[in-house]
């Protein structure tokens, strides 16, 4: 088909459309009818964060090289399980950073 | 262009005022910019019954309303509001059939012109009633509300390749059947 017939025809059908409609209180009507918005609940976020941060305390409770780390931390010796626990700490505070920009980018 | 752009943007900041503090004036302003080509798409798709289509769209500005926070912005938000709004349209008519067109203008030949721009007009009309239900849908949204087959077929949840199938086929078929008048025209331009 060629280019001109195409829009010849779409000429005809733009012709043929009534284009917008006038309010004439529509959205008067529609604003009446809305609802109170509802606030999203941040109790499911905060509770999962809370029960994700006890199951990995939980779980590291235990852990020669938690405590290792901590306590070689503390003294200023930066040994293996000190370095591993300071890697841990920044990836895990990047990843919150990574998300708080991506959340507030889709704002 | 540029003035889509920035329609768009106006949208997004509204959205994010509506989201952020709750603004229904906000709301107000996007039912306000928008009413008019949701409507008119309704109208187009239920074949000009103006009751039914302000019915669905106030219940397509509702859910609008109701899932706002679903907005992410990857599309416009009229190209949203299409979406809700064909959504609508196919849930009443899902188990209805199709509404239809104008009786009299059902498998009607094309007659010979008088007024030669109103039979046009008039022939034309006939001629979208020959098209199926798809393929007046595309037409719809691609050439009488001008979004981009991508946006198309968001808003239709079809392939792309589909929608553009639809369009060139709506578009032969229309030629087709307009093409007497090419010939009349022929006719009365030779001596």
């Known amino acids: ?107 | 262009m540029a003035d889509n752009a920035a329609e768009a943007r106006v949208d997004q900041s509204l959205v994010a005022r509506v989201l952020l503090g709750n603004d229904r004036r906000a709301f107000e302003q996007l039912l306000r910019r928008h009413q008019g080509t949701v409507r008119a798409q309704l109208r187009r798709l239920l074949r000009g019954d103006e009751a039914a289509a302000d019915d669905l769209a106030q219940e397509t500005f509702l859910l609008a309303w109701r899932k706002l926070d679903q907005f992410r912005g990857e599309a416009k938000f009229s190209t949203w509001l299409y979406r809700i709004a064909y959504s609508c349209f196919l849930q009443v008519y899902r188990k209805r059939p199709w509404p239809a067109g104008d009786a009299d203008m059902d498998e009607v030949e094309p007659s010979p012109a008088t007024s030669h721009a109103v039979n046009l007009q008039l022939d034309f009309e006939r001629g979208m009633q020959q098209l199926s239900a798809a393929e007046q849908t595309v037409l719809l949204h691609c050439v009488q509300l001008g979004l981009s087959h991508d946006e198309a077929a968001f808003v239709l949840a079809m392939p792309l390749g589909t929608v553009k199938t639809h369009a060139t086929r709506g578009k032969a078929k229309l030629k087709a059947w307009l093409a007497a008048w090419d010939e009349t025209a022929t006719e009365e331009q030779t001596p």
């Open chain 1, 1 to 107: 088909m060629s280019h001109q017939h195409d829009d010849a025809i779409e000429a005809l059908l733009r012709k043929q459309f009534d284009g917008p409609v006038s309010d004439e209180g529509f959205s008067e009507r529609v604003m009446r009818l809305l609802p109170p918005r509802r606030q999203r609940m941040a109790w499911p976020l905060w509770a999962g964060v809370g029960m994700g941060m006890g199951a990995c305390w939980l779980s590291l409770l235990f852990s020669p090289l938690l405590h290792a780390g901590w306590r070689n931390w503390m003294r200023g010796e930066l040994s293996a399980s000190a370095f591993a626990l300071l890697l841990a700490i920044a990836g895990m505070s990047l990843l919150a950073s990574w998300w708080s920009m991506a959340e507030a980018d889709d704002r």
